[in-house]
Nanobody, 122 residues
Framework: QVQLVESGGGLVQAGGSLRLNCAASGSVFSINTMAWYRQAPGKQRERVAHITSGGNTNYSDSVKGRFTISRDNAKNTVYLQMASLKPEDTAVYYC????????????????WGQGTQVTVSS
């Protein structure tokens, strides 16, 4: 069984910074694309950023230039460095991973973390 455990959320003032961490545990063949999503109250979950196993990244327009996604493949961990935070960044942030469980698995499985709250005060 694969588990994603997030940490690093909290309360920060506008303009501040936070770093989110997400560590994957369990026996897997490979972890492919990892991503961060967020969901604000009353809104749909949206993808904030993703990073492939090779390190290619992509960001939503709302966070481009302020957030940086990175990963440590040796630790099966993905990070989200958030800077210049705005009140509209307030949301529960979720880690997501596409996992190949075994070398013979026909496709990837999707896993989610439990979420971590980020609150940005004005």
């Amino acid at each position: 069984q694969v588990q994603l455990v997030e940490s690093g959320g909290g309360l920060v003032q506008a303009g501040g910074s936070l770093r989110l961490n997400c560590a994957a545990s369990g026996s897997v063949f490979s972890i492919n694309t990892m991503a961060w999503y967020r969901q604000a109250p009353g809104k749909q979950r949206e993808r904030v950023a993703h990073i492939t196993s090779g390190g290619n990244t992509n960001y939503s327009d709302s966070v481009k230039g302020r957030f940086t996604i990175s990963r440590d493949n040796a630790k099966n961990t993905v990070y989200l460095q958030m800077a210049s935070l705005k009140p509209e960044d307030t949301a529960v942030y979720y880690c997501n991973a596409q996992v190949r469980l075994r070398f013979y698995s026909p496709n990837d499985q999707t896993y989610w973390g439990q979420g971590t709250q980020v609150t940005v005060s004005s």
